[in-house]
């Protein structure tokens, strides 16, 4: 039921891309993305530790409702260059959404090819509410958000203690009602 979930899309620079859910056999995709995300989008996206040992427990894991993963892969070069996820993925409920991509594939519109899929098949399998949490100084993410009609509901106040620059970071909490 979840192979319904597909869709091809070019980037700006002329990149065909395949928007689908990670599958078991793509343990060595996830590996290289993980491996080659880049510090900057590191910074501000770090669900888990981007480690081959973590790619392999996703995989191993892999488990729909509790964590659905959709990935973009370049066609030409067979790899991931993005990943967006809801957790849990279940009927009424509310899902917590992250989003990342490699990061020579950002600015090129593929956070809103990915975010327009993600809330597209998060409508068609009855999900509640995508709730999510931005740094505030991430603007380019808030801007993505705020184009797709997420809004804030708290403002946590230097609530983050980051160690790349060991300062306190506020963050957004955001949240998009899919009035289902
Ligand atoms: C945030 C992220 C997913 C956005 O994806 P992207 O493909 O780079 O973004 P897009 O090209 O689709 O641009 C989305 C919107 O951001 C805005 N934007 C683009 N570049 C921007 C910039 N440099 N500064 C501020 N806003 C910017 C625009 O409004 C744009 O919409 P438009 O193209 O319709 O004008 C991606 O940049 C990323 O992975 N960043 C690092 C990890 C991260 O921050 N994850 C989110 C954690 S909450």
Redesign the pocket.
Known sequence: MFEKYVKRVTL?NGSKVTLRPLKKEDLNMLVDFFLNIGF??????HPFPFTREQAEKIIRELDYEKFFPVVAVEEKERRIV?MVFLSPFKRGEVSSL????R?D???????????EFIIEVAKDYGVREIR????AD????????C?FGFEVYKVRKKAVYLKWDGKYHTVYLMSLELGI
């Open positions: 700006r900057e989008t590191e910074k501000y996206f993005g992250g989003i990342g991509l990061h594939y950002r600015g090129l519109g593929l956070g809103s090819r990915l975010m999510l949490s931005v740094y991430n603007c380019r993410a808030i801007a993505l958000y184009k």
